[in-house]
Antibody, heavy 121, light 111 residues
Framework: QVQLVQSGAEVKKPGASVKVSCKAS????????LCWVRQAPGQGLEWMGW????????NYAQKFQGRVTMTTDTSTTTAYMELRSLTSDDTAVYFC??????????????WGQGTTVTVSS | QSVLTQPPSVSGAPGQRVTISCTGS?????????VHWYQHLPGTAPKLLIS???NRPSGVPDRFSGSKSGTSASLAITGLQAEDEADYYC???????????FGGGTKLTVL
């Protein structure tokens, strides 16, 4: 079945970086884009950016530009999201999600289980 | 402050009908970009409930329906069930921001 499986929880100190992985299976990896979405404690969902698994093109939310890098490895059908210069405000659950097929701006039809990132000194 | 505005909470008794609004602007919903709706239970992954304004993915009950008009969209849930208690988010694309945007989320309580 189609699924996205993310890496485990992380605890980081302020100023550090974190890299979360998202392993895709059950579909043609290169045929779909992926988004990263986070949810801070008590807050709503926040879109972080998008990456094409076909050619690696990216589009980051303005808030994260310069601090986030999204990549994919087609040989292992895995996507990665690295966030640098972490602060306590980056404490959140991070999700990867597949962009559905079709034209326009499709919805996010398959989601990973989420990775908890805690930033604490 | 979210680009798309949703009511923080709605409630209804079992069997009733509730609607959740999602208000945007001329740079997102009003520009013709599709609206999608997600159901999110705490501790789980969000689930795509409505795609492309009004389309239900396979497996989503027909009690859930979506519509869009002008700069707003709505999610309607009929025949409320206890299992519908969750957070609901609308999502679209904003041309001015050049990125996807979410509403602030609405907590549905089944009384």
């Amino acid at each position: 079945q189609v699924q996205l499986v993310q890496s485990g929880a992380e605890v980081k100190k302020p100023g550090a970086s974190v890299k979360v992985s998202c392993k895709a299976s059950g579909y043609s990896f290169s045929s779909y884009g992926l988004c990263w979405v986070r949810q801070a404690p008590g807050q709503g969902l926040e879109w972080m950016g998008w990456i094409s698994a076909y050619n690696g093109d990216t589009n980051y939310a303005q808030k994260f530009q310069g601090r986030v890098t999204m990549t994919t490895d087609t040989s292992t059908t895995t996507a990665y999201m690295e966030l640098r210069s972490l602060t306590s405000d980056d404490t959140a659950v991070y999700f990867c999600a597949r962009v559905g097929g079709g034209g326009g701006m499709p919805g996010l039809d398959v989601w990973g289980q989420g990775t908890t990132v805690t930033v604490s000194s | 402050q979210s680009v798309l505005t949703q009511p923080p909470s709605v409630s209804g008794a079992p069997g009733q009908r509730v609607t959740i609004s999602c208000t945007g602007s001329s740079s997102n919903i009003g520009a013709g970009y599709d609206v999608h709706w997600y159901q999110h239970l705490p501790g789980t992954a969000p689930k795509l409930l409505i795609s492309g304004n009004s389309n239900r993915p396979s497996g989503v009950p027909d009690r859930f329906s979506g519509s869009k008009s002008g700069t707003s969209a709505s999610l309607a849930i009929t025949g409320l069930q206890a299992e519908d208690e969750a957070d609901y988010y609308c999502q679209s694309y904003d041309g001015s921001l050049s990125g996807r945007v979410f509403g602030g989320g609405t907590k549905l309580t089944v009384l």
